[in-house]
């Protein structure tokens, strides 16, 4: 009972669809490697402000989390024995990389001479509303209401996948290969 009329169609389907899952995961492997060995590579001082922005978001991300398995932050430091200055401690080697990617980001995008179209524009708005499970009004209104974070995102998009064509991957351990023990 499917949409196929033979098993080998099915199996077909299954193969490509499972092949087109592989490539995009490995892309994605791939910008976030490059980007990761540039921001490794780069020397900048990260100013304590943007770091505490970073702890901030990394907080409020952990309080929504928490939500989800219904408890709050108070019962989360309790049950851990931390506190609110330990948990942000903790956090903070983490805070400091991601600030350092988000500046590192911001420079590659403003010295880029990369431009966006209404139509990737477009495109981008439809893949978040299907990433979101929206319609049709939902990309049309972040087309109107949030068109600079669209054209940061298609920038970036484009800048990463640029980032990819100059780095030299080295054969190493692939993450999705199956070993046999």
Known sequence: VSEFETVEELRGDLHKSMKEDYDKHMEDAARESALTALVEKTDIDVPNALV?????????DLVQRLSYQGLDLKTYYQLTGSTEESAREQMKENAVKRAKTDLVIDKLIENSEVETTE???????????????????FSQQLLKTNKSGLEHDVKLKKVLADLVTKV????????MAHHEE
Do not use: C, W
């Open 52 to 60: 505490e922005r970073q702890l901030d978001n990394m907080v409020k």
């Open 119 to 137: 139509d990737e524009l477009i495109e981008l708005a439809k893949e978040y509303a299907k990433m979101y499970s929206q319609d049709e009004k």
């Open 168 to 175: 030299t991957f080295v054969d190493g351990h692939d993450p």
